[in-house]
């Protein structure tokens, strides 16, 4: 077994594919196995027709502490050419992942958990980006992600303070989308990732895409954008079924064509 493979464990079931950051005694901290392992597990998500929705969470009753600083002090790269830090912040998983958090996800913890598209957190975690007190920035996509996700001034004041805040603020602010009691993240992310592995694949592959970059389309671009990613989904197999098995109230059987 790999380093890599002993730092990130990966479990199939039910279309789901759940991904656990396995460093414990570092508190999940992201080093080169923990990149490289995250990478392959999203590789392996995106590729498998069988997996439908990824969950990513931590081993030990923590999420991640962001960047293993003792590793990097040595010269360790935390990264993974084209994904980026952790092997996920600059390119995720094409397909949706859900983040599960207990205990804290703070520094590029916390953006390993925005690069995610849902996130659960128990109501006792803590989610911030504490690099400013370090002389160092959060350049692992929180200072991209938040100001789009959340009040301007309060994306600034994560960013200048470094203080965290915990989850039940985080969900009043909408970048938490479920609570959870203390040690059910994981289980309220299954919940949740049913809740979307049931739907077809190839909306859910559009409806992804759709949502992450009309951020940065105008108006104009949105409708053109949307109809070329939109229009083949509309004429598939997968669409006829889906409304064939509503008119026959049964549940449809996608088959991602």
């Known amino acids: 077994m790999s380093s890599s493979e002993e730092?990130?464990?990966?479990?199939?079931?039910?279309g789901v594919l759940t991904i656990t950051l396995n460093r414990p005694e570092a508190r999940n901290a992201v080093n080169l196995a923990v990149a490289e392992g995250v990478a392959a597990a999203l590789d392996r998500l995106d590729a498998e027709d069988g997996l439908q929705v990824g969950i990513?969470?931590?081993?030990g009753g923590a999420f991640c502490a962001g960047m293993d600083l003792k590793a990097f002090v040595t010269g360790e790269r935390p990264w993974v050419e084209g994904r980026g830090f952790a092997g996920i912040v600059e390119r995720p998983s094409r397909k949706p992942l859900i983040a599960a958090i207990e205990g804290f996800a703070v520094a590029g913890g916390f953006e390993v958990a925005l690069a995610c598209d849902l996130i659960v957190a128990a109501r006792d975690a803590r989610l911030g980006i504490p690099e400013v007190k370090r002389s160092l920035v959060a350049a692992g996509g929180a200072l991209i992600h938040l100001p789009r996700r959340i009040p301007y001034h309060v994306a600034m004041e994560l960013a200048l303070t470094g203080d965290?805040?915990?989850?039940?603020?985080?969900?009043?602010?909408?970048v938490v989308n479920r609570l959870a009691d203390p040690g059910e993240a994981v289980a309220v992310a299954r919940e949740l990732a049913a809740a979307v592995a049931a739907n077809g694949p190839l909306a859910l592959d559009a409806s992804k895409r759709i949502v992450r970059a009309s951020a940065d389309w105008t108006e104009a671009e949105a409708w053109a954008k949307q109809g070329e990613?939109?229009?083949p989904v509309f004429g598939s197999?997968?669409?006829?079924?889906?409304?064939?098995?509503?008119?026959?109230?049964?549940?449809?059987?996608w088959r991602g064509r």
């Open 229 to 231: 990613i939109a229009g």
């Open 164 to 174: 965290p805040i915990d989850a039940a603020r985080g969900y009043e602010l909408g």
């Open 7 to 14: 730092a990130v464990l990966t479990a199939a079931e039910g």
């Open 56 to 59: 990513l969470t931590g081993a």
């Open 237 to 253: 197999e997968d669409a006829r079924e889906g409304a064939t098995a509503f008119a026959e109230k049964r549940a449809p059987i």
